[in-house]
């Protein structure tokens, strides 16, 4: 797809929407500012219930399964702000369609994707703690918030509309003016699915560790 919208000048872009989420644009800022020094740590998690009421998404050779429906995005966030690991490994997590999963960079940071389809009607949470030299953002169902060294939490209040909303408008907006989508570009979606991949790929043989070629 990739190839054939540069070969027709269309534009293309994947709907990652969490590079467009008010939270994870705050997390954006937090790790490439270095304003708490190099970060440390990454732990993403996504899951919800057994989506039990589609049959197209439980058709593992069509969906990709639960690392492809879900934590794609996550994988995304993952590549989008620490780059491409050297190797990922990956091993099951749960009894339905879940997976923990490392990325594993030779001078850090320590990054762990997780999450998945668990019992069916389980509710959609995402999360992500992320641990800097000097401080650690995290969400969670609560809110956002950031703890400094002496222990002290602060919640964030996150300016922002909704997120797929302002997604929507920016991929019109590249339509509208032909201009390539450079916030979400679909060859970094396309490292995502190749990433995904490689878990999926790991999961199967135990954990065995993977080298990355995104």
């Known amino acids: 797809m990739t190839a054939e919208a540069k070969k027709h000048n269309r534009v293309l872009m994947a709907g990652q929407v969490l590079r467009f989420w008010p939270e994870y644009l705050h997390l954006e800022r937090f790790v490439k500012s270095r304003e708490y020094g190099s970060i440390l740590s990454a732990t993403f998690v996504r899951q919800c219930g057994l989506p039990d009421w589609s049959r197209w998404l439980l058709d ?23 780059g491409e690991p050297d190797r990922i490994a990956a091993k099951s997590l749960g009894s339905i369609d879940a997976v923990t999963a490392s990325f594993i960079y030779p001078n850090g940071p320590q990054v762990r994707v997780q999450g998945g389809w ?26 956002l918030s950031l703890s ?38 679909p060859e970094d979606s396309g490292r995502a699915v190749k990433a995904a991949l490689l878990m999926k790929q790991s999961r199967a043989l135990g954990g065995e560790q993977l080298k990355c070629g995104l």
């Open 118 to 143: 668990f019992a069916a009607g389980s509710a959609l949470s995402m999360t992500f703690q992320v641990r800097a030299e000097r401080a650690e953002l995290e969400l969670t169902p609560t809110g």
């Open 60 to 82: 593992e050779n069509r969906s990709g399964g639960a690392v492809l429906d879900l934590l794609i995005h996550d994988i995304d966030q993952a590549l989008w702000l620490f």
């Open 148 to 185: 400094n060294q002496a222990g002290q939490r602060n919640q964030i209040a996150v300016m922002g509309g909704d997120a797929y909303e302002t997604e929507l408008a920016y991929f019109v907006r590249c339509c509208r003016t032909n201009s390539q989508p450079e916030r979400c570009m």
